[in-house]
């Protein structure tokens, strides 16, 4: 079954310092997302992305975080300074066209675990 | 304020009982309410999606209901294995857009 894939599985970053997750998702899928755990909470929604644009954007996606759909297949979150508050489980998903209104199941990769020191 | 909570943190139950979660929220008024499995260390997995008009939706040993007026879903396992052990999440979808909002999940235990 084709699944969502990230890399790192582990980043470990300096604070202050850039870092790039990334993201390749499920091959056919249009709409993309990116979601965030603290450790001990709730999954917590970042962006979603739609042909080549942000489509929704939590209050916690500010002008430190971007997305970035480089090339067909990789799905990139950048932040650009990083904080001690940013260390969190990070999920990229996925899904498909909607039918209809209709919602269709996001798929999520295994996650990137950011520690920020 | 806006508020989803699902019942206990954790729930203990014997092989082959039927697992009741429940998920509560306040001040929304989601167009679906999704269910997901997640699993120590990894993403979540997409289990059951009910919309707003469905009273109960069912997949294998897996049934939801969804009930607007109580604005409650009670996600159901029945005949429950040692394998079913994980975390479960609500989630809710707000409107037309996809962006889910996750409850803090269940830690459910079967017990052989």
């Known amino acids: 079954e084709p699944e969502v894939t990230q890399t790192p599985s582990h980043q470990v970053t300096q604070m202050g310092q850039e870092v790039i997750l990334r993201c390749v998702p499920i091959?056919?899928?249009?709409?993309f997302y990116w979601y965030r755990q603290i450790l001990g909470q709730k999954v917590e929604f970042l962006v979603s992305?739609?042909?080549?644009?942000?489509?929704?954007k939590s209050e916690i996606f500010d002008d430190q975080f971007s997305v970035e759909r480089p090339d067909g297949s990789n799905f990139t979150l950048k932040i650009r300074s990083t904080k001690l508050e940013d260390s969190a489980m990070y999920f990229c998903?996925?899904?498909?066209?909607?039918?209809?209104?209709?919602?269709?199941?996001?798929?999520f990769g295994d996650g990137t675990r950011l520690s920020i020191l | 304020s806006q508020k989803i909570e699902q019942n206990s943190e954790a729930l203990n139950i014997q092989e082959g009982k039927t697992a009741t979660l429940t998920c509560n929220y306040t001040?929304?008024?989601?167009?679906?309410l999704q269910w997901y499995r997640q699993d120590p260390g990894r993403g979540p997995v997409f289990l059951l999606l009910?919309?707003?008009?469905?009273k109960e939706k069912r997949k294998e040993r897996l049934k939801v209901t969804f009930d607007t007026t109580l604005k409650q879903s009670l996600f159901h396992i029945t005949a429950s294995q040692p394998a079913d052990s994980a975390t479960y999440l609500c989630?809710?979808?707000?409107?037309?857009?996809?962006?889910?909002?996750f409850g803090g999940g269940t830690r459910l235990m079967v017990k052989p």
């Open positions: 998903a996925s899904s498909a066209r909607e039918s209809g209104l209709v919602p269709t199941p996001q798929h």
């Open positions: 091959s056919n899928h249009l709409y």
């Open positions: 992305f739609y042909n080549n644009e942000i489509s929704e």
């Open positions: 001040n929304y008024s989601p167009a679906y």
């Open positions: 009910i919309r707003e008009n469905e």
């Open positions: 989630a809710l979808n707000l409107g037309a857009g996809n962006m889910l909002t």
